[in-house]
């Protein structure tokens, strides 16, 4: 029920480079309190200073493996030997706060969310060209050759996915940031005000 859910989670997917953290930027910055992201899970040793449950739920590799036994996750990842997932209990905690949980997560995590009863709101963020996203990593400066082909592979696929009608609710046409922005914004805050008048209270 959707009262008893909390507001809805909000999956933001786009190639590498498109402007997904630039607009979840923007988007944290005007509304503090809204959102959310979910713990992640981990198989790692906690850092110095790190807390179970507030930085990462620290699991051991048994317990995890049989979590994503029994389907407990909504994706998962390895790397350098640990496994990292995101579940969809931590999802459902964000929702009890009364806060939008932001999923930014790649066509793997749609196509695996899509199976769960969480019930995202699906938004797409569609880069002009892939030209354009080489240029957006190059000037990031983050990539290595190496690291950059790969996500430019990478984005070919990840964008005829994002484009093909019924994947997601709403493509963002990422070309002006401050464009791209508003129409971010307005979406996603119409779709919360929806939600608010069906009676799902959403903290600001
Ligand atoms: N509309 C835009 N026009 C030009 N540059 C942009 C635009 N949006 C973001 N950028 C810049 O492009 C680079 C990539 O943006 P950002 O890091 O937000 O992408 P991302 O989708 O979060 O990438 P990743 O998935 O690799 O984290 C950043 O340097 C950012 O400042």
């Known amino acids: ?5 909390g507001p809805r989670p909000l999956v933001l997917c786009g190639p590498s480079g498109s402007g997904k953290s630039t607009l979840l930027k923007r988007l944290f910055a005007e509304f503090p309190n809204t ?6 899970h981990t198989t790692r040793q906690p850092r110095e200073g790190e807390q179970d449950g507030v930085h990462y739920y620290f699991v051991t590799r048994p317990d995890m493996e049989q ?3 029994n389907d407990e996750f909504i994706e998962t990842a390895e790397f350098s030997s640990n496994l990292y997932g995101t579940s969809k209990q ?4 964000i929702q009890n706060q009364g806060r939008v949980c932001i999923l930014d997560i790649e066509q793997k995590g749609v ?4 199976k769960t009863d969480l019930n995202p709101i699906l938004i797409f963020n569609n880069p002009p060209t892939v030209a354009e996203l080489e240029r957006r990593l190059r000037l990031r400066g983050s990539e290595t050759e190496e690291t950059l082909r790969k996500r430019l592979n990478a984005a070919e696929i990840e964008i005829s996915y994002g484009l093909t009608p019924g994947n997601f609710h709403k493509v963002i046409e990422n070309v002006d940031i401050d464009v791209a922005y508003r129409e971010f914004r307005d979406f996603v805050v119409g779709e919360l005000k929806k939600q ?9």
């Open 35 to 40: 959102f959310g992201f979910s713990i992640s």
């Open 67 to 69: 979590a994503i036994g």
């Open 90 to 93: 931590a999802v459902r905690e």
């Open 1 to 5: 029920l959707a009262m008893s859910r």
């Open 111 to 114: 196509e695996q969310i899509k």
């Open 196 to 204: 608010e008048a069906d009676g799902v209270r959403i903290i600001y």
